[in-house]
């Protein structure tokens, strides 16, 4: 079983700062792609940046050069930096990664979420 924890929400001013951290753990072989989605009221969840294993990443246009995602592969952590945060950032920040999990051929990938973080951004 693997689980993930997110941590880091909170309420911040507009212009603000916040760093959420997320952490794997269980029976993990191998992770390939960790991501961090994000789910306003009323709305779909959308995926907010992506990094694999080899340390590519990727964002959504809302927050490029505003968040920065990044990752302890030792530690089978993942980070989301996020500055200049501004009101619609405001959403439920949600954990994923792609796992093999030990029991599991090779090629065996499963995705796996966390509970979620509330980051309330006030103007």
């Known amino acids: 079983q693997v689980q993930l924890v997110e941590s880091g929400g909170g309420l911040v001013y507009s212009g603000g700062s916040l760093t959420l951290s997320c952490a794997a753990s269980?029976?993990?072989?191998?992770?390939?792609?960790m991501r961090w989605y994000r789910q306003a009221p009323g709305q779909q969840r959308e995926l907010v940046a992506a990094?694999?294993?080899?340390?590519?990443?990727d964002y959504s246009d809302s927050v490029k050069d505003r968040f920065t995602i990044s990752r302890d592969n030792a530690k089978n952590m993942v980070y989301l930096q996020m500055n200049n945060l501004k009101p619609q950032d405001t959403a439920i920040y949600y954990c994923?990664?792609?796992?093999?999990?030990?029991?599991?051929?090779?090629?065996?990938?499963?995705?796996?979420w966390g509970r979620g973080t509330q980051v309330t951004v006030s103007s």
């Open positions: 994923n990664a792609l796992v093999t999990p030990d029991d599991s051929k090779w090629w065996q990938e499963y995705d796996y």
């Open positions: 269980g029976s993990i072989f191998r992770i390939e792609a």
């Open positions: 990094v694999t294993d080899g340390g590519s990443t």
